[in-house]
């Protein structure tokens, strides 16, 4: 069983940076597909970015493209999402996801494609 643990989320004024970690606990993430989704109450959770560790291939919504950076610490078994120029939109609750397999990359956006999710992080954009 793969534990996720999220950390990082705060409070930050808009134009302001955070990163978030998530570490997987029991398991390396070798070969896996991790990534990033939020969640805001009353919508839809939404695809942010995501890791295909098999060859270190990285994609992005393009609400975040040029300000989130995916990227990971293998030795750590650690994924980050480093967020700049954040917007009072960016606000929500962060969750780390992983399939224990490459995904194509059409099923990157799909939450249902992952078996494994964090118990999420809150981030607040103040304007």
Same mark, same amino acid.
């Given at each position: 069983q793969v534990?996720? %643990? /999220?950390?990082?989320?705060g409070l930050v004024q808009a134009g302001g940076?955070?990163?978030?970690s998530c570490t997987a606990s029991g398991r390396s993430f070798s070969g896996y597909t991790t990534a990033w989704f939020r969640q805001i109450p009353g919508k839809e959770r939404e695809? %942010? +970015? +995501?890791?295909?560790?098999t060859e270190?291939?990285?994609? *992005? +919504? /393009?609400? %975040?493209?040029g300000r989130f950076t995916v990227s990971r610490d293998s +030795?750590? !078994?650690t994924? *980050?999402?480093?967020? !700049?120029?954040?917007?009072?939109?960016?606000t929500a609750v962060y969750h780390c996801v992983a399939k224990n397999?490459?995904?194509i990359v059409s099923q990157l956006w799909a939450g249902e494609n992952y078996?494994?999710?964090?118990q999420g992080t809150q981030v607040t954009v103040a304007s």
């Open positions: 534990q996720l %643990v /999220e950390s990082g989320g940076s955070l990163r978030l695809f %942010v +970015a +995501a890791i295909r560790w270190n291939s990285r994609h *992005y +919504a /393009e609400s %975040v493209k +030795a750590k !078994n994924m *980050y999402l480093q967020m !700049n120029y954040l917007k009072p939109e960016d397999k490459r995904l078996d494994y999710w964090g």
